[in-house]
């Protein structure tokens, strides 16, 4: 029996779910614990969040796991989250071997201790042939920084002669960031209720929609990914265009 929700349509289920997963700290806090005690909370939501995408049809789910704003915080929290996420890669590859799962990931990597770089490299490999869907990881990751070495590629190739910039398109310009090969998210959900997007997917959110929950990380399950699916299948996805426009079509 399909723990999916009957009233989700799998015509207008999204391809790209993107989760900016905040509230660590604050839901610690709560509970008179630290902010790594959060952090090491938010593991079964990660799991139950991942395993329900793919079992709801969704083919693509990026996880803001760590930004580059994120260097800056305490040395002893950075240090712990590292080490989380060696013990958490590690343990999770057998239950995305299990799901058919394919771990991939975004962002500045090589500036990550090396013990995560090899869990994550032989995590990614181990799972390379996965099919159902794709996990995306962004670590050490940060919209603009992305994007400008985007446009420092291509300024290189220009200066080469390899590439006309007057001819260059959009599409053109998506296939040099690191999302490349990647839908853009159609719908992207912040917990913890805050409205902004730090430095997260900034070009390729153009025309995401929205889901902001008061719901703090940790305690985010798969009950929630779905009513954000449910609610951004309600929506008019009309990219500029009018609603008489989309229904004539």
Known sequence: MSLVPENLDPAKMPSHVAIIMDGNGRWAKKKGNSRIFGHQSAV???RDTTEGAAAAGVKFLTLYAFSTENWNRPKFEVNALMELLVNTISKETPTLMKNNIRLVSIGQTQELPASCR??????MQATAGNTHMVLNLALSYGGRRDILEAARQIANLAIAGDIDPA????TDFASYLSTAGMPDPELMIRTSGEFRISNFLLWELAYAELY?????WPDFRRSDLYDAIADYQTRERRFGKTSEQIART
């Open 167 to 170: 001819k260059l398109q959009e």
């Open 212 to 216: 902001i929950t008061q719901t703090l």
């Open 44 to 46: 079964e939501a990660v």
């Open 118 to 123: 090899k869990q994550l490299e032989t995590a």
